[in-house]
Structure formats: structure tokens, C-alpha cells
DNA sequence: GTTCCGCATGAATCGATAG
DNA sequence: ACTATCGATTCATGCGGAA
């Protein structure tokens, strides 16, 4: 088997036309946030983020397979004080450009952003929004089933054990770390809150989500074989990940230094001999599990 | 000091004409969910719910106090396989009255409905949607701080003791556990997101959400002889809460059998003694812990 | 090889200060 | 008056170094 993985320096807008119809079983992309500051990476103002962002979802709708899913990873900034109402607004949006709104996922980052203000707290969640091209489309549950149990207890386990899994703690993640109970074999279907730690280590890029995160989509939407496209790339995760999960993946990134180093991370074709296949199976302990 | 408990028959957008201008400092409320069933309870159809509610939230907004709070707990239904944007566009809508969007706290329901559907998971979450008539509000965030969360230094010692504390730890975010045992100095600032079961035991009222949930946002919002409305009051949890926490109320319902329900379990005064006002303000802290 | 502890840092936000 | 920049605040997590 031969997994192709492409990355393109640009603006997704432009190259998203080159990609061709019906062609795409998964988008996954964290974009830029709006920001009212100039400088900061992408920084599209709030006001503005709607139009910015439309013209790219209209090309994502074209080129995703009408059995694939769209998943946006998306939280509106606090602006004078108050919520901004972009989201809300791109979401009415999109369904007049023809997408349904299928879900409203919820990223619980545990590990949320410090500080003390006097009319708020910590922000820790951020929205994981679904959209389809039909109200049909694949799902493959089972793939990310979790252990049945107290969710409290679970993660007290894990916690616990933080130092001995330290290892496999990046490889296992579906939700959150803990691989070693996914051998219990009561098991049950997950919600549609997600409890993730974003990753805090020296990435360059500043806004890369856990990997866990596109790794769970990705396991949800899509099989082996399948293409992956993420137009806000960044550092690529979604991309390593949908390489080491052997799916073909599309990348897009606009700034060089970003493309560069995701380009020097990750070579554009991996050759797969049954063996590696198997090794691959080994790591993922929980696809022997699953039921295909 | 005496307590006030109204209980009002009737539908709020006539009743709350009746209630005085800027009187209420905290307005927390679950209202009937849209649903396109006729039937059921409240049963306002998807397309017609911004425009029933509007007329309440422009009574709310005159009702509230400058410095107070509404928290308007909801979640959209799926119609044919989308999620509605009623909330979204009630959103919008509001904002438009003049209500600021001040944030979205988001209620992580542990045990969440159980169910399997081919397209989506379990539902287990909602948004409690802060909005406030000025930037500037009450917001007493002392009186909700959780323990702190950092078990990888307490990972290892007195593990029996340790895990007692543990699940009452940050799992719950303060919600239905003992705050008794809590020492000041371990307490952080919890986040936006809130962790608490529902309430499983049968009310006659389907809606319902737990105790711990108008509790926390009373805690949050108010001090003591401070005023509580729940425009939706149906069980009348709400106002039962907040008479515990010696908070005047007053609820709303407009089906009588549920109206019944809540003048028999609740007495309209409370009277408690031995209170003294002066010390109160220094001692509100240690009091809550201490009592709680 | 394991366990323990210190520390940097992360899609943050507010309010004060400077231009 | 209005915008841009900066410091203070704060905590879960994982890495690195030491025991």
C-alpha cells in the first residue's frame, strides 16, 4: 500500500482549487482565530472572519466526498467584554452554502490558559463543530469506543500512572492517555465531550492541537486508504497523524517557514509492506479491538 | 432577616410586567426546549422560538438589576439530522435588545441520556449562557473555588488519605461534594466548564436541572437577601435552592399542576434569626466553608 | 530502570500606561 | 478620545534532571 501525503505552500482559497471534486473523506483544520491584534499569525479582525472564511468553506464543500465530514475546530474570542458572535454567524452561514450542521463536538482542554480576571474564568473549552454534505455519511463508532466505567475513576487511574505511561502516552490517546484498560472488554460509545490536554511543549508553530485530537477523527470518519485535507495546517499535525494511521493526507499551509517545517517532518510518500502494517497494528492497541 | 419566596401562576411575558425595574439580581432559568412535537410540555416549535422569546428576554432585561446576571441554560435539538440554530440566532437577537453576551459556560452532563444512533453520539452537554445588562457586574468567584487539581505532587504520599480527597477533587468542579474538608489555601478558580450529573430521581417535572447547578450560579452571582427569578421555574428548584441559601425569589410557571407543586413544598417567608449584618460581610467566606 | 520534583509554558484576559 | 502595547495574574501538563 502506498499512502501519499501532500503539502502545499499557499493560500488554502487559491489552492483548494486545484483539488479535485468529491475527492476528500475528512477536512479537519483548526484556522486562525480572528484577533483584533494585526500581528498575530493569520490575524483575520473579528469582523471580518466571516467573509474570509466562506470563500474557503464553499471550495471545502466542493472537493469533500458527499459520504465525508468537516470538522471544525473553532472558539470565538472575548472582545470588550463580551463573546463575539462570529461562530454563530459562520455556522447560519454555511448551512445557506449548502452545509448541515450536524453536531456540535466539545473540546475540553484541561489544561486551559491561567489568569485571574474579575468578570470571567478560565476559558477551557473550545467548539469541535461537524458539518456534512449529506445526512448520510460514514461513521465508523466502534472504532473509538472507551472503556465503560466512572469517567472520574478513569481519569484518577490515569493520573496516577501519569510517570510509568509517559512513553505511550502520545502514541495511545483516543481520549485522553490511558491504553493499558482498553484490554476491559465492556465497553461503551463515547459522547460528544471530548477531555483533552492541549500539548504545551515547544512547538513552533503556536497553535497546534494535541494529537490526539485529529487521531480521533480521523479513527471516526475515515479507513485506512482514505484522504484527509486540512487547509490550516501549521505544523501539520493532522498530517503526521493521518500518515502514521496510513490515510492519505492534503496539506495546506500559507506561511513558508511553517510549510517548510512540516515539509522536513514528513516525506510525501510512505511505502507499507505487510510488516510495517503490523507493526503499526501493535502500537494502536485499540484497533485490534475494534470491530471492523 | 426574612426570606422571600413569589411564586407566580401564569406566563412569564404577562407576569413579569408586574415586576418591578431593575429588582432582580440574578435571573437563572432552564425554559422550554423547542420541539416540534405539539404536545409536550411548552412544546414551541423551532421556527417560532425567537420570536416567543423575545418578549420575556425584553422583560428580563428591564426586571435585572445593573449589576446582575442572567443565565439562560438551553440546548438545541436535532431536526433531521441537524442541530437547530435557534439558539444562535437568539443569540443574535438579544444581543440586539441590548443584552451583552458575556460569556458560555458549558454544562458537562456526566451521565448523559443513554441511547445509540447511527450519525451522532450521546448528547452530554449543554450551554448556560451568561448575559448581563452592563460590562460590569457582581461576580463573587471566592465563594465557587475548587481544590486545586495538582495530584502529581500529592501523587505518591498518603495515598489512603488522598484518595478520599480525590473525588471531590477537580473532576467535579465543586458540584455536590463537601466543600467542608477544603483548606483555602488549596483552592483554585474553577473554569468554564462544569462537571455535574443529573438529577436521576423521577420529578414530575421533566425538565429539571440538579440543585448543584442554580446553586453554583447563586453562589456566583449573589450574597445573602439578594433576589432570584426563574421566569420557568417549573419544579421550582431553583426557588427551593435559593430559599436554602437565604436568596428572596421568585418563579414563574404557567402549567398549574406544577405551580401546586411548588407552593406546597415552598413557604413564602423564611425567617432567620440570630443574624448580624456586620460581621457577616468579614466572616462571608469562613461562613460558606464552614457551613457548607 | 523508576520515582520524584522543579520549572517552563500555553489559541487568555484585563486594566493601566504610553503614544 | 482612541488605539497599541505590556505587565500581572494563574494552573494543568509534560519534560528534564536528580535521587
Not at 49 to 63: A, G, H, K, M, T
Request: proline residues 4%.
Amino acid at each position: 500500500m502506498e499512502i501519499k501525503t501532500d503539502i502545499f505552500l499557499g493560500d488554502s482559497k487559491e489552492i483548494l482549487k486545484s483539488i479535485s471534486d468529491n475527492s476528500v473523506d475528512l477536512i479537519i483544520t483548526s484556522p486562525p482565530y480572528a484577533d483584533q491584534r494585526k500581528n498575530s499569525y493569520g490575524g483575520i479582525k473579528t469582523d471580518e472572519y466571516v467573509n474570509w472564511f466562506l470563500p474557503i468553506s464553499e471550495q471545502l464543500l466542493r472537493v469533500l466526498k458527499p459520504s465525508g465530514t468537516f470538522i471544525l475546530n473553532i472558539k470565538e474570542k472575548v472582545v470588550n467584554g463580551e463573546r463575539s458572535t462570529y461562530v454563530m454567524e459562520l455556522i447560519i452561514e454555511m448551512r445557506k452554502q449548502g452545509w448541515f450542521w450536524t453536531e456540535e463536538f466539545i473540546w475540553h482542554k484541561k489544561n486551559s490558559y491561567p489568569g485571574k480576571w474579575p468578570n470571567r474564568f478560565r476559558d477551557s473549552w473550545e467548539r469541535l463543530l461537524q458539518f456534512n454534505k449529506n445526512k448520510k455519511f460514514n461513521m465508523y463508532q466502534e472504532e473509538v469506543m472507551v472503556p465503560m466505567g466512572d469517567w472520574a475513576k478513569n481519569r484518577l487511574k490515569k493520573l496516577s500512572e501519569t510517570d510509568k505511561k509517559r512513553d505511550e502516552s502520545k502514541v495511545g490517546s483516543g481520549f485522553g492517555k490511558n491504553i493499558s484498560n482498553w484490554l476491559n472488554r465492556d465497553k461503551a460509545y463515547p459522547t460528544n465531550v471530548l477531555h483533552l490536554a492541549t500539548e504545551c511543549n515547544n512547538k513552533k508553530h503556536s497553535a497546534a492541537f494535541p494529537e490526539s485530537l485529529p487521531e480521533w477523527f480521523i479513527k471516526l470518519f475515515t479507513k485506512e486508504g482514505d484522504t484527509v485535507l486540512d487547509p490550516f495546517t501549521g505544523s501539520g499535525t493532522t498530517n503526521i497523524v493521518a500518515q502514521r494511521m496510513n490515510r492519505n493526507s492534503i496539506g495546506i499551509e500559507i506561511i513558508e517557514d511553517y510549510y517548510n517545517i512540516v515539509k522536513e517532518k514528513i516525506n510525501s510518500t510512505k511505502y507499507i509492506l505487510f510488516r510495517q502494517e503490523g507493526k503499526y497494528e501493535k502500537t494502536e492497541q485499540k484497533r485490534h479491538t475494534a470491530v471492523r
